[in-house]
């Protein structure tokens, strides 16, 4: 008989049944059971589902993963296995190794300015009250089996409560590092409440330590209270063998900002999934996304975006960059529902492709039922401006450079829009070392090689001016 | 310096340039007259190796070397300078990045070192002040939201910076309030030497009280059909192209 990841998924929830529900109060397990059932109706997504026609994930699911429902017992040294490729960045790191909270033991940290953080396992125990007043109100298990799969699986993951009413401390960042894969199933479970009037910038930053294949399917909810403020970045860069499903739901309410970045570096296949509920007036969401593929990478982008309110406004912009093989999907969906008068909505996907074999598919969706509404929406897939070349070679600058720069032009209009100046700075380099093809040089260690910051002789030094 | 013959050129089978020749000698301003559509901006776009042209017949020299087969590039590192009738908008890149990449190339060919972000800012702001541009643009994307008038001083800017050998400015004048004219005639007369050579194309007598030319040249349907000093130009403003044909 043919290997069934769905029908092994299945089995192994009911062997370790125990194992999973350990420690969990009754609200979390009767989640994971429904969940469970969901699962089991729903399966893993088929190109057949409308929202993953262009993401194949057949070949990598008729592969064996294995799962592991205890967290290794060992101690992890973190340092030893990561370190921050940002320079001059001061953020408080806590990691996830293959979906573990790395130091699992220590009680949750409370940071200077109020803020808990820790393990999400660890934090059911201690704040069983304030996790479940959000705890999978805000992941939707019945629209997609990967997300009903993580509810009833995921064990641990990061917590993080900022209290109502304080300023911004360093930004928060969570390290999820894949490690020893071998066709590893991770799954962890994120939460994060921001309280009302208050500031929080968070990075959630997938890296892989070794060529190994995983799969890692993530869900982040987070909950944005009135008049908060969220910078979130997503930062991946795994190796090519890596499946990352990373589902993010976010709740706003009044008067609330976010601003979101998935910037995808490398990976094997990746797909982000925003969900943003616009759940009450005078909201500001701004979900961006930079992806640069190569090789046979595939970038797939979901984000929907529920204008449930009046008065509020979302902008999407996503733009990619696709070489060699590599594909891309953009898939945006804007509803803007009866009530949500004066709605403003911008869905912008652009994507340039330097080989003929590289493909993008774009697929911008809005869907209006309020009548006094400001929606525009707009894709486009090409080659660079032969104008903007050829004028630009005209000064005497090379084809390659000529490239080069408007490239990074192209990608710059995400980039800046980073607010945090290290992380800024920082991403753009990884731009331009990856524009310039040397991060896939680098093939022991996809990113954080730990050798010196390499000389480079790039005649546009972007950063002096 | 350049030596053009029999050139015939076509845009997909439409032949737009049909045996011309000219020739420019260091030293020399020429400047070329014509009705619109007659080719003028094809001419400088073939020179300056543009795509998509299908040169059909005839031949360039430049400095005594086939200019056909230079790139793009390698022809604005040889000295060819274009300023484009219509300046393309490049958001995202900033003047200063786009010169100071340019200046490097141009340095590197000449088996010179970089200049260094001091060096360089210095120059560019020498520059700035000759073409009287104003200190923002510089900071700005390369044409972007730049008024009419500001790209046409912007690629006086851009040639003052590059010192061509041969600059072929194409209706730069056009669309200039009278002080910027001055601006636009005094770049090229700063260029003048008895080395390097200027094609100006315009339609307006007017510059050519600023930019004397040594030539001057009626471009009519594809050819050449006059050329005299710069008093034909002052019989086309009053007679128009017609009495040519
Ligand atoms: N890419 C193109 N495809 C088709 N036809 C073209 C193209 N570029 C130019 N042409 C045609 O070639 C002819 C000459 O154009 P060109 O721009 O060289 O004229 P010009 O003399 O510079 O005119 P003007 O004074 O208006 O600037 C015109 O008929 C124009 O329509
Ligand atoms: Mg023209």
């Not at chain 1, 921001?194 to 968070?202: C, D, Y």
């Not at chain 1, 005078?282 to 449930?308: C, M, P, T």
């Not at chain 2, 001057?216 to 192209?241: M, N, P, W």
Request: with cysteine.
């Amino acid at each position: 008989m043919e290997f069934s990841l769905k029908d092994k998924a299945i089995t192994l929830f009911c062997e370790n049944k125990e194992v999973i529900f350990q420690d969990n109060p009754a609200e979390v397990i009767r989640a994971r059971e429904s969940a469970f059932r969901k699962f089991k109706q729903l399966g893993f997504p088929t190109k057949k589902m409308e929202e993953w026609r262009n993401t194949n994930l057949s070949d990598i699911l008729s592969r064996n993963h294995h799962f592991n429902f205890e967290a290794p017992k060992e101690d992890i040294d973190i340092e030893k296995i990561f370190q921050c490729e940002v320079p001059n960045f001061d953020t408080h790191i806590v990691s996830l190794y293959n979906g573990w909270y790395v130091s699992r033991d220590k009680p949750l940290e409370t940071l200077p300015n109020g803020t808990i953080v820790g393990s999400f396992a660890r934090a059911l125990k201690e704040y069983p009250e304030l996790v479940l007043k959000h705890y999978n109100k805000y992941c939707k298990n019945e629209l997609n089996g990967l997300n009903a799969l993580n509810t009833a699986f995921a064990q641990d993951g990061v917590f993080i409560y900022v209290p109502d009413n304080v300023g911004a401390y360093k930004p928060i960042q969570i390290v999820n590092i894949l490690d020893k894969g071998n066709n590893l199933f991770v799954q962890n479970r994120n939460l994060i409440i921001v309280g009302k009037n208050s500031k929080l910038s968070f990075l959630h930053c997938d890296d892989s330590r070794n060529h190994e294949a995983s799969f890692s399917n993530t869900v982040t909810e987070v909950f944005i209270d009135e008049g908060a403020s969220v910078d979130h970045y997503k930062l991946q860069n795994l190796n090519d063998k890596t499946t990352l499903i990373n589902s993010t739901f976010f709740q706003q309410e009044k008067d609330s900002q976010l601003s979101s970045f998935a910037i995808t570096l490398n990976g094997g296949i990746v797909r982000n999934d925003s969900h943003v509920l616009l759940n009450n007036k005078g909201i500001d969401s701004n979900i961006y996304g930079l992806y640069l593929v190569d090789k046979e990478q595939h970038v797939d982008n979901r984000v929907f975006v529920d204008h449930a309110s009046p008065n509020c406004t979302s902008n999407e912009l996503f733009k990619g960059i696709l070489d060699d093989q590599g594909s891309a999907a953009f898939n945006g969906h804007v509803l803007v529902r009866r009530d949500a008068q004066q709605t403003n909505a911008c869905q912008t996907n652009r994507n340039i492709l330097l080989t003929d074999k590289a493909k993008a598919h774009a697929k911008p969706f809005l869907e209006i039922y309020a009548d006094d509404v400001k929606c525009s929406h707009g894709a486009t897939v090409g080659q660079l401006d032969d104008e903007a070349l050829f004028y630009i070679k005209s000064r005497g600058i090379s084809e390659y450079n000529a490239k080069l720069l408007l490239m990074y032009a192209f990608a710059a209009e995400v980039v800046n829009k980073i607010s945090l100046p290290a992380l800024k700075s920082r991403i753009d380099d990884l731009v331009k070392k990856r524009l310039r093809g040397e991060l896939a040089v680098c093939s022991q260690c996809v990113l954080h090689c730990q050798s010196q910051e390499q000389v480079y002789d790039f005649k546009i030094d972007m950063s002096k001016l | 310096m350049l030596k053009i013959e029999n050139l015939h050129v076509s845009i997909n089978g439409k032949e737009i340039i049909k045996g011309l020749n000219l020739q420019v000698n260091a030293g020399e301003v020429h400047a070329i007259m014509g009705p619109n559509g007659t080719g003028k901006s094809t001419l400088a776009s073939v020179i300056a190796g543009k795509e998509g042209y299908d040169i059909t017949d005839g031949h360039i020299t430049y400095l005594d070397k086939d200019l056909f087969q230079f790139s793009t590039e390698e022809r604005a590192l040889e000295g060819i300078f274009l300023g484009f009738q219509y300046p393309v908008e490049i958001p995202g890149v900033s003047m200063t990045n786009f010169m100071r990449t340019a200046i490097n190339e141009h340095r590197k060919h000449k088996g010179l070192d970089p200049l260094s972000a001091g060096d360089f800012l210095a120059l560019m702001e020498e520059k700035r002040k000759l073409v009287e541009i104003k200190d923002k643009l510089k900071n700005r994307a390369v044409n972007e939201g730049f008024s009419g008038g500001e790209k046409k001083k912007n690629e006086i800017f851009q040639m003052a910076m590059l010192e061509p050998k041969l600059a072929i400015l194409d209706e730069t004048d056009s669309g200039l309030d009278i002080d910027a004219l001055r601006v636009v005639a005094n770049g090229v007369n700063k260029l003048r030497s008895k080395d390097n050579a200027s094609i100006v194309i315009t339609h307006y007598q007017r510059l050519l009280d600023y930019i004397v030319p040594d030539f001057v040249h009626v471009l009519y349907e594809g050819k050449i059909v006059k050329t005299g000093g710069k008093e034909l130009a002052l019989q086309l403003e009053e007679k128009g192209y017609e009495w040519l044909g």
